[in-house]
């Protein structure tokens, strides 16, 4: 039986859905498994995502179904994406995830592989805080928290500024967003999806 991981992100300018293909390409990497991208409605206005040029960067990942709450208990292992605000997760996916009280009083996550990936402005923007904080949410779910271990070198490279944390795979968008994810930084998403898999599929068995 495939093990079945869900990848459910917010994105707002395209960074975190570019993390988000990659954690799937590495989860993707593991025999038997099932990955399904999902990402979390949108709670800002069409015009004011018009006036921050969001709306027209969204139509990359305007194809990615919508997830919903009950989905959640389908699935052996979760790794959600949100990009930062202020330190925490966004509006969005708070939004999203506070409409699992359902699954909470069934227990339905627990059990479950969760972990977590981020984005922010700058370089000490607040990525681990988004991570850490997000994990209180699992940990209240009864989920298993899996991060990114230092057996993943590129979390040691000094060479570049660079995201990655020992929570979670992370970016640097830029002030003005105009940075892209790194391949250094896609390679740490993809061996979080690669690492959250394995794990998952040796839980199941």
């Given amino acids: 039986m495939a093990t079945k991981i869900q990848v459910v992100f917010y994105s707002m300018y395209g960074h975190v859905y570019q993390m988000a293909e990659a954690v799937a390409a590495g989860a993707k990497e593991v025999d038997g498994t099932q990955v399904t991208l999902l990402q979390v409605p949108e709670l800002v206005p069409d015009k004011a995502l018009e006036r921050s040029g969001a709306k027209a ?3 990359a990942f305007g194809h990615v179904p919508y997830a919903k709450p009950e989905q959640l ?3 052996d292992a979760i790794i959600f ?17 506070d409409q699992t009280g359902q699954l909470w009083m069934q227990g339905g996550l627990v059990g479950k592989v969760g972990s977590v990936f981020t984005s922010t402005a700058t370089q000490h923007g607040g990525q681990e805080t988004t991570i850490t904080s997000f994990h209180s949410t699992l940990l209240h779910h009864g989920m298993v928290i899996v991060g990114v271990p230092y057996a993943e070198q590129r979390l040691m490279n000094m060479d570049e500024i660079t995201g990655g944390t020992p929570y979670g795979a992370s970016t640097l968008a830029g002030t003005d967003g105009s940075r892209q994810p790194s391949e250094n930084e896609l390679a740490i998403a993809r061996f979080q999806g690669r690492h959250v898999a394995q794990i998952a599929a040796r839980l199941k068995t």
């Fill in 57 to 59: 960067a969204r139509e």
């Fill in 81 to 97: 994406g949100t990009p930062t605000r202020f330190g925490n997760m966004t509006a969005q996916m708070r939004n999203f995830l």
């Fill in 73 to 75: 208990a389908e699935a």
